[in-house]
């Protein structure tokens, strides 16, 4: 039977691991000035590394060669550890063994001085899902543990694990791996193998890794045994239930131009089609992190490594998108993405989010003929408003709106006009109810008619709270900040 890529190309020494490169630094230095620490706690996700290194490490410790903190992977140690059969080193799986009993057994062993080695190495594998029993036993270990032996605890769930464990071991968190580590691995082993794979099918897979590079020799591994001697990206998405950028980027464009009909056919072609719905949501969210990178600084695109045309359709939604309507798409497709999960009709949550994100259009009703003022006269059909000729007509908006109707002036003349997008005009107000008087149907229908008047053009008004559109900016910078540093 052919050994799963993960097993076969699992790293043996610490310049072999991609990432990690501070906690690969400190463990190597450790092992180089003779000084290692007797608990280690591994924390973070599955698939990046916590175990590997946790071998990597038992290994040089006890290595009769050791040269630069580096294990030989060829002295009688060395190569008892990789086989599985070193005396020194013991591996449990937390999630198997939970009781007190275990750890026990685990005290017992650590009373002994090593049988071959210079160090007897314990490795707890999920270590958060001991009982409060076992962690109470395993404390008193960890408090006064004798020289010759070391601990390395791993886990998923830091949040579980008590803090008396923690501040008895050095913590180290280990992060996500990114695409381009991924796929690093993934272009040696097809180096080394006869797979041959299109570079956007190696892409899709490495993004559906979810940065965790077992997940992503699994899905590999799942998708050589396919049979196909060339893979492509349309297998991939085939198989996987994947989405191209391609298909996020056309389903934002519906949602930019708000074109409802259009945004529910795609969700419903989609589904017809069998994607996995839950992954589509996540692939517009993961697209909708690059827009808002791009959004806020476009020098960001250039770290994102897109192809040419990708690139430039990024670029050109972020700079349409303004960031209050960026942020009610994330909000929206972040609880689509929640409730997927839930929902027993897969459709609903994406529909759900289609009609938040795509107002219905309004047949702005035409006043009387002969209600309308001379200033019509005013009207520049041919001309591109801009912020600063609103602006400057804002007095006869103010005065013909006084002609129909009186009682709108006092709500309109405490808004503020922040900007002019596309052929939207976005008022703000200080308090909630100049904002709903405004955003009545019948008054947003008179306001919008005398904007066509005065300026010629068709014009749809909308209107926010001025602490709306604060928290909107301070929301976009927060995300820029966290979001910013995962690129």
Request: proline share 3%; with cysteine.
């Amino acid at each position: 039977m052919s050994e799963v890529l993960y097993r076969k190309y699992r790293p043996q020494r610490f310049s072999e691991v991609v990432g990690q490169k501070t906690i690969k630094t400190i463990l190597q230095n450790a092992v180089r000035l003779q000084k290692p620490a007797h608990a280690y706690l591994f924390c973070g996700p599955r698939g990046v590394g916590k175990t590997t290194l946790a071998r990597i490490l038992a290994k040089a410790v006890n290595c009769k060669e050791v040269k630069d903190g580096e294990p030989c992977n060829g002295c009688l140690n060395c190569v008892a550890i990789q086989e599985g059969r070193f005396l020194d080193l013991l591996e449990i799986d937390a999630a198997s063994y939970t009781g007190v009993e275990n750890i026990r057994d685990i005290i017992e062993h650590v009373k002994f001085s090593p049988s071959i080695g210079r160090y007897k190495v314990f490795i707890i594998d999920e270590v958060h899902m001991l009982s409060k029993a076992a962690f109470n036993a395993l404390l008193k270990t960890l408090e006064e543990p004798p020289a010759h032996a070391i601990f390395v605890l791993a886990t998923t769930e830091i949040n579980k694990v008590p803090a008396t464990i923690i501040s008895r071991s050095q913590r180290f968190d280990f992060r996500r791996m990114s695409v381009s580590e991924i796929l690093e691995i993934f272009d040696k082993i097809i180096a080394d193998t006869t797979l041959k794979i299109e570079p956007e099918a190696e892409k899709l897979i490495a993004g559906a890794a979810d940065g965790s590079l077992r997940d992503g020799l699994s899905i590999l591994d799942q998708i050589a045994s396919f049979g196909s001697t060339n893979i492509t990206s349309s297998e991939v998405e085939e198989i996987l239930g994947l989405v191209r950028l391609s298909t996020s980027q056309l389903f934002l464009d519906l949602i930019i131009s708000e074109n409802r009909a259009g945004a529910v056919k795609f969700v419903k072609d989609i589904s017809f089609e069998g994607r996995d719905l839950v992954q589509f949501t996540r692939s517009v969210l993961e697209y909708l992190r690059l827009v808002l990178l791009v959004r806020v600084d476009e020098k960001n695109l250039a770290e994102i490594g897109l192809a040419a045309e990708e690139a430039a359709k990024l670029r050109q939604q972020a700079t349409a998108m303004s960031p209050v309507k960026l942020s009610a798409t994330i909000r929206e497709m972040l609880e689509a993405f929640r409730q997927s999960k839930l929902t027993p009709v897969a459709e609903m949550p994406l529909l759900m989010a289609v009609l938040a994100l795509t107002p219905e259009k309004t047949n702005i009703e035409v006043l009387p003929q002969e209600t309308k003022s001379p200033t019509t006269s005013y009207s520049l059909p041919t001309t591109i408003l801009d912020l600063g000729m609103i602006v400057d007509r804002w007095a006869d908006v103010l005065a013909k709106v006084k002609e129909y109707n009186h009682s709108l002036i006092s709500s309109l003349r405490l808004g503020r006009i922040l900007k002019i997008e596309n052929a939207d005009l976005v008022l703000v107000f200080p308090y909630s109810f100049h904002r709903d008087t405004i955003d009545a149907r019948k008054n947003r229908i008179v306001l919008e008619q005398v904007l066509d008047e005065v300026f010629g053009q068709k014009l749809r008004v909308k209107v926010f709270l001025e602490k709306d559109i604060k928290e909107e900016n301070d929301l976009l910078a927060e995300a820029v900040k966290v979001l910013g540093k995962g690129i």
